[in-house]
């Protein structure tokens, strides 16, 4: 709730999908981000999850058509499986922490592999890290 996303909420448009049972549990934190301009969107959730297609929907009908997805491997994995990606970038940064955490599950990995195979990917440098952005098929 600390974030510069939050933080300036108010000059545009931030949106925060959560199941309902979450923003039940944390309803203190939900109404400091609603103080502070964020639209919280309440979903139904199975087993933990959102329905990615009502998420998106929902979203869609506040006119954005495009997203910014942050999370773990396994939410950039259900975005990749469920074919909701078409265009994916990732930041990679030259620094060292270890090994590290895979960023996709194994079929999602094998459907950005794929892309990266094709030369569909374009490279920018942004400061000291490496960008890479292309159209997931």
């Known amino acids: 709730q600390d ?4 933080g300036s909420a108010h000059d545009r448009h931030v ?10 549990r ?3 934190k939900a109404q400091t981000l609603k103080d502070k301009g964020v639209r919280v969107i309440e979903f139904d959730s199975h087993s933990g999850h959102l329905d990615l297609q009502n998420v998106l929907k929902e979203l869609y009908g506040h006119i954005i058509g495009s997203i910014l997805v942050e999370g773990g491997s396994q939410v950039f994995s259900e975005f990749v499986r469920g074919g909701l990606v078409d265009e994916l970038s990732v930041f990679i940064a030259h620094k060292s922490f270890g090994t590290g955490v895979r960023p996709f599950d ?9 892309m990266i195979m094709q030369n569909q990917v374009v490279q920018r440098k942004v400061g000291s890290d490496l960008l890479l952005t292309g159209l997931v098929k």
């Open 26 to 28: 944390k309803r203190r």
């Open 15 to 24: 949106f925060l999908c959560v199941s309902s049972f979450f923003a039940k």
């Open 3 to 6: 974030s510069n996303v939050f």
């Open 106 to 114: 194994t079929d999602a990995s094998t459907k950005v592999t794929r």
